[in-house]
């Protein structure tokens, strides 16, 4: 076995780790090899550029959510598409509320499923007219969450199927 000394938070100190030699090993793994040998990136190529020019390459890289200015270099050079992606945030408090619209219906969803549950293992008829009557009463606040819902879509509709 290895022995590595580690800094203690003691002044004067030292502690000592052993690590088994397999532990050793996994953590100095190398990298999986490609199956195609034309994907390996062998050649560097560096260039300079403007500063004009690498805040383009920057704003490419963020909006295409690429890991770096190199990747984006290279699908420019390939003649590979990039594709970017715009946030509209005018649409942060429309999305907001068909998120919300949706957390609840799936929480009254829930609620129903849990009152269908107790209405099949009543056996008083009481107690399962209680059940149906509480279903029934969930599926009104549905209709008033589907009629929010359609309006906030048809809404949307008439923004973005705009002629």
């Given at each position: 076995?290895?022995?590595?000394?580690?800094?203690?938070?003691?002044?004067?100190?030292?502690?000592?780790?052993?690590?088994?030699?397999?532990?050793?090993?996994?953590?100095?793994?190398?990298r999986?090899?490609?199956?195609?040998?034309?994907?390996?990136?062998?050649?560097?190529?560096?260039?300079?550029?403007?500063?004009?020019?690498?805040?383009?390459?920057?704003?490419?890289?963020?909006?295409?959510?690429?890991?770096?200015?190199?990747?984006?270099?290279?699908?420019?050079?390939?003649?590979?598409?990039?594709?970017?992606?715009?946030?509209?945030v005018?649409?942060?408090?429309?999305?907001?509320?068909?998120?919300?619209?949706?957390?609840?219906l799936?929480?009254?969803?829930?609620?129903?499923?849990?009152?269908?549950?107790?209405?099949?293992?009543?056996?008083?008829?009481n107690?399962?007219?209680?059940?149906?009557?509480?279903?029934?009463?969930?599926?009104?606040?549905?209709?008033?969450?589907?009629?929010?819902?359609?309006?906030?879509?048809?809404?949307?509709?008439?923004?973005?199927?705009?002629?």
């Open positions: 076995m290895r022995k590595k000394s580690l800094p203690s938070l003691r002044p004067g100190h030292h502690s000592e780790l052993v690590l088994p030699e397999a532990s050793i090993k996994a953590i100095a793994m190398p999986k090899k490609l199956k195609d040998p034309e994907e390996l990136l062998s050649h560097n190529v560096i260039i300079r550029v403007t500063e004009t020019m690498f805040k383009k390459l920057e704003q490419l890289k963020q909006k295409s959510y690429s890991p770096s200015v190199a990747e984006v270099c290279r699908k420019l050079l390939g003649n590979q598409k990039i594709k970017l992606y715009e946030q509209d005018s649409m942060n408090p429309v999305m907001e509320e068909l998120a919300g619209i949706r957390r609840e799936k929480a009254i969803g829930v609620n129903i499923n849990q009152v269908t549950r107790k209405f099949n293992g009543a056996k008083d008829e107690k399962r007219s209680y059940y149906a009557l509480q279903t029934a009463d969930m599926y009104r606040k549905i209709d008033g969450k589907v009629d929010r819902l359609l309006a906030v879509v048809s809404k949307l509709a008439k923004k973005w199927l705009q002629e």
